[in-house]
């Protein structure tokens, strides 16, 4: 009864024109580029005085090297190839694209999104990343939920049931979530189904309830939140977060549209301990180190008493990748959606955000490095999702 109740809301959720246009709309169209699909958006807002990155010339990996990558990528309908050395723009290539686009960055959001977690903990919004998340969302009040901590959904341990599951009368519940249009209702109608943090299980709607704990912690809009302590203390243009109605929330899963090199400026902080330092010389803190750090340490361990829901151990942090997934499709995201790596990562210290699409960001703090790609979807039986940043890292290596 619960579940068919489930499945009743999940379809009450869709029974409107607007989201109905979109589900249909979504499997004619490849969207990450086009923005004018996603409305409505509310603004971010970024610095008034955004500061451009400066190109610089000198980088000791070869033009020709460079361009053997961005062939690879331009096969696979790459919209833009960015390469941050040592702090500095050193690569910046675009197709049917133009650097001051904005793009959607399906789940690269969920990596910014824990960001914003570790900010408002050291702010005093949040106690710890201990705390139940029943203190933030008393629906879970009544039921298995309520053993939830918001580290279980930082590193998609909740026990929640999977939000792609399809069966006999049963509707995805990442359907509703990504197309309908009252969201944060929809985020309380998936149950408990395993003991929180035992399982890991890749769901958005781990994600998702992260950003309600957000808005309800601090009384603040998740895009007021990430302008007010990201975006503009790093001198960022403005970006926008895609709204599931007119005046409602925003879908904290997925779907910031920012520009490319602002990710860039974003990926960064993971290599100067969480400080940006200003044109001006002024040193902000935008995010704790020590949380930074968290953010990467592994989590999905057999130390951790995970024991079960995945292939392999240790990929995954706080809503961040940390290794290659090759070692075949990983619970929670269906084959056909997967971007499977071919080999390892010959650098053991890189990882990644990653989104819908192959939306990637990997950074690598052994060779001070933060590399991103852009574009639409890529043909699955030629891809490999660790080329691009072996290739990169392989050049250095040899260079230093």
């Not at 969207?31 to 005085?49: A, H, I, R």
């Not at 029943?134 to 901590?149: H, K």
Request: glycine share 8%; charged share 20%.
């Amino acid at each position: 009864m619960k579940m068919l109740k489930m499945n009743v809301r999940n379809i009450a959720n869709l029974a409107n024109p607007a989201s109905l246009r979109h589900v249909f709309g979504g499997l004619m169209i490849s969207p990450v580029t086009q923005v004018s699909w996603y409305k409505p958006l509310t603004v971010v807002k970024g610095s008034q005085n955004p500061v451009e990155l400066k190109l610089q010339s000198e980088f000791s990996v070869s033009d020709a090297l460079l361009k053997e990558v961005g062939d690879y990528l331009w096969s696979h309908q790459t919209r833009a190839f960015l390469v941050m050395h040592k702090g500095q723009l050193v690569h910046a290539q675009y197709r049917d694209f133009k650097k001051t686009d904005t793009f959607n960055s399906m789940s690269m959001v969920k990596t910014l999104l824990a960001m914003a977690v570790g900010i408002a903990i050291d702010k005093g919004f949040i106690g710890s990343v201990h705390d139940a998340a029943v203190q933030y969302l008393p629906e879970f009040q009544d039921d298995e939920r309520r053993l939830i901590t918001i580290e279980n959904l930082l590193t998609m341990q909740s026990g929640l049931r999977s939000d792609t599951l399809l069966g006999l009368g049963d509707l995805p519940s990442i359907i509703p979530l990504y197309y309908g249009t009252d969201v944060e209702r929809q985020a309380f109608t998936l149950p408990s189904v395993r003991p929180a943090g035992t399982y890991f299980e890749y769901n958005n709607y781990n994600s998702h309830l992260l950003g309600i704990i957000l808005e309800r912690a601090t009384k603040m809009p998740l895009a007021d939140f990430f302008s007010q302590y990201i975006l503009q203390p790093l001198d960022c243009h403005d970006a926008a977060l895609w709204l599931d109605r007119e005046g409602g929330k925003a879908r904290a899963f997925a779907a910031m549209f920012a520009q490319p090199e602002d990710w860039l400026r974003i990926g960064q902080l993971f290599l100067t301990g969480g400080r940006y330092t200003t044109a001006s010389g002024e040193v902000r803190q935008i995010v704790s180190g020590a949380w930074l750090k968290q953010m990467v340490t592994p989590s999905n361990t057999l130390e951790r008493e995970l024991n079960a829901g995945a292939a392999d151990y240790g990929f995954y942090g706080y809503q961040i990748w940390l290794k290659a997934k090759d070692k075949g499709t990983v619970p929670g995201i269906p084959w056909f959606e997967s971007l499977p790596a071919k080999h390892a990562h010959d650098d053991e210290s890189a990882f990644y955000f990653e989104g819908l699409k192959g939306q990637y960001m990997f950074v690598s703090p052994k060779h001070d490095l933060v590399v991103l790609r852009v574009g639409e979807g890529i043909t699955r039986k030629t891809w490999d999702g660790s080329y691009m940043l072996n290739a990169l890292t392989r050049a250095l290596t040899v260079a230093s």
